[in-house]
């Protein structure tokens, strides 16, 4: 639960404000991967998994933003 209150406040900031402004038009599935992407990424010191079956695919649809 800790996780989504952080998760929650990162959304307020200033790196979650520029990936939307950014992805203004996109749809809400390239918004979602987008925001998931960079909080993972603005916290190293997490260990995340990712399930096998999105293992590679992902990797080819990287917005923009990243």
């Given at each position: 639960?800790?996780?989504?209150?952080?998760?929650?406040?990162?959304?307020?900031?200033?790196?979650a404000r520029?990936?939307?402004?950014?992805?203004?038009?996109?749809?809400?599935?390239?918004?979602?991967?987008?925001?998931?992407?960079?909080?993972?990424?603005?916290?190293?010191?997490?260990?995340?998994?990712?399930?096998?079956?999105?293992?590679?695919?992902?990797e080819?649809?990287?917005?923009?933003?990243?």
């Amino acid at each position: 639960m800790e996780t989504d209150q952080l998760f929650a406040h990162w959304l307020e900031g200033p790196e979650a404000r520029r990936i939307s402004a950014q992805l203004e038009g996109c749809g809400i599935g390239e918004r979602l991967w987008a925001f998931a992407e960079a909080y993972r990424r603005s916290r190293p010191e997490v260990q995340w998994s990712v399930p096998e079956a999105d293992r590679g695919v992902r990797e080819g649809q990287r917005v923009a933003a990243m």
